[in-house]
């Protein structure tokens, strides 16, 4: 399965119905931006309001254990709660993009490459906080909390 096909079948992540007035605000705003989020991303980054650097972000975990291919990843990690990230960016020969949240304004991340790499970490989600999110304000590494999600769907890198 490519990796379109296999984000398409993966549940979304559901934002958890925040407290506080201005959570709730931004709640439902990106409830009715969602659909449109992809168009609008990538009319912003055409017109230069918004940039995206490229290549392979950091903090690498491993590769995708042998007899594991990004289905059964994904499989094995939708049972703990982890759902598509389709607002974050493509990144070189990125094949998927998942989250787990943790509340209402943080996520841990994780990217799946064409090469069975795999990349994570901690951060602000972009629909409580967009521009800490989109500056990478307060993104943390958290390897040993995403190590132990991973569980052995990867072999862990020296990283």
């Known amino acids: 399965?490519?990796?379109?096909?296999?984000?398409?079948?993966?549940?979304?992540?559901?934002?958890?119905?925040?407290?506080?007035?201005?959570?709730?605000?931004?709640?439902?705003?990106?409830?009715?931006?969602?659909?449109?989020?992809?168009a609008i991303q990538g009319g912003f980054l055409r017109l230069g309001v918004i940039q995206h650097p490229g290549g392979r972000g950091r903090y690498l975990l491993g590769h995708l254990a042998p007899g594991i291919d990004a289905s059964l990843f994904v499989r094995r990690l939708e049972a703990e709660g982890v759902g598509n990230h389709f607002i974050a960016w493509t990144e070189e020969d990125q094949v998927l993009s998942l989250r787990k949240l943790d509340g209402f304004e943080h996520q841990y991340h994780l990217r799946i490459f064409g090469d069975g790499e795999v990349r994570g970490h901690y951060e602000y989600t972009p629909e409580a906080h967009p521009v800490w999110h989109q500056k990478a304000i307060g993104i943390e590494r958290r390897r040993e909390d995403l190590l132990r999600l991973l569980g052995d769907l990867v072999v862990k890198s020296d990283e």
């Open 1 to 38: 399965m490519d990796g379109i096909a296999l984000a398409e079948s993966i549940p979304d992540s559901v934002l958890p119905y925040p407290d506080g007035s201005w959570n709730r605000v931004k709640y439902f705003f990106w409830r009715l931006l969602t659909p449109w989020f992809p």
